[in-house]
């Protein structure tokens, strides 16, 4: 059964994972599982993600495997935060650019001690 289409109760967290490579959004999916019951919503494409969201009430965390300036022209990273999702890149680029932007980065290869502090980071002031 897809990750998308796993029915979870709506007091469960929803977590988004933008990524193409299938053994890179399995140690993501894993690492973000490991925090207890949630729905993690897997997507393989800009477009597939756009139309899967469609419905979606809130979004925890969102990792996308796009760069800052991607996230930003695909419209993404607007959509995602009206559905209150804190944005983690997974292309590596200026760490600062991508937190005065509001976003975490999380930096390949990454350990899920990594994926489990970037849900927790405090957001930059």
């Given at each position: 059964?897809?990750?998308a289409?796993?029915?979870?109760?709506?007091?469960?967290?929803?977590?988004?994972?933008?990524?193409?490579?299938?053994?890179?959004?399995?140690?993501?999916?894993?690492?973000?599982?490991?925090?207890?019951?949630?729905?993690?919503?897997?997507f393989?494409?800009?477009?597939?993600?756009?139309?899967?969201?469609?419905?979606v009430g809130?979004?925890?965390a969102?990792?996308l495997?796009l760069r800052l300036?991607?996230?930003?022209a695909?419209g993404?990273?607007?959509?995602l935060g009206?559905?209150?999702?804190?944005?983690?890149?997974?292309?590596?680029?200026?760490?600062e650019?991508?937190?005065?932007?509001?976003?975490?980065?999380?930096?390949?290869?990454?350990?899920e001690?990594?994926?489990?502090?970037?849900?927790t980071?405090?957001?930059?002031?």
């Amino acid at each position: 059964m897809s990750h998308a289409a796993m029915p979870v109760a709506k007091a469960h967290p929803t977590y988004v994972v933008l990524e193409r490579d299938a053994l890179i959004s399995a140690d993501l999916i894993q690492a973000i599982e490991s925090l207890g019951p949630c729905r993690v919503m897997h997507f393989s494409s800009v477009d597939e993600m756009a139309s899967g969201l469609e419905g979606v009430g809130s979004v925890n965390a969102a990792f996308l495997e796009l760069r800052l300036d991607e996230a930003l022209a695909s419209g993404l990273a607007t959509n995602l935060g009206k559905l209150g999702a804190r944005l983690v890149l997974t292309l590596g680029e200026d760490v600062e650019r991508v937190m005065s932007a509001g976003c975490r980065l999380l930096l390949r290869p990454f350990t899920e001690r990594m994926v489990l502090d970037a849900l927790t980071e405090t957001a930059p002031a």
